[in-house]
């Protein structure tokens, strides 16, 4: 956030404004996501927003450090859209998975590989940023997380059980 302050002269409070689209659109997107895996499974949520997430990603690689804002707001809009549609349905397609004295089990560990998987991309960030700079680095993020995206969603059409 202090990068795109800095890029684009705003205050702490405007940058903090910015991503307001992004809170909210994952709010939004995750009551939607119940009801989608209410009427059609957890599949089709996990996939379809897998797809929409790697969307907004792809947009990001077209921008540079002092693209304007309305250029990245569908990019804030989408990334934070798809996960807010896939991460419900997954944690459903989890719980429903294991027998009901398993279920703390499972969701300690769907959510510690959520965080490893956090940890690792931040990470990996941080040596395509030193190796690229910021914005080259987000860019080769930003490939990697479509190519990731594409093949979660892939993978959630071709094994995840419909109930």
Sequence with gaps: MDALADAHGWTPVQAGLA????TATFIVSNLISGRMVARFGSRAPMALGAAIAAVGYLLLVGLGATSPFVAMLPAFLLIPGGMGLGVPAMTTAILASVERDWSGTASAVLNAARQAGGAIG?????????????VGGLHAAAAVSVGLLLL????????????
């Design 19 to 22: 991503f307001l689209p992004l």
């Design 152 to 163: 979660g969603s892939a993978l959630a059409l071709a094994w995840v059980r419909q109930a």
């Design 122 to 134: 931040v990470a990996a960030f941080g040596v395509l940023s030193g190796v690229f700079g910021p």
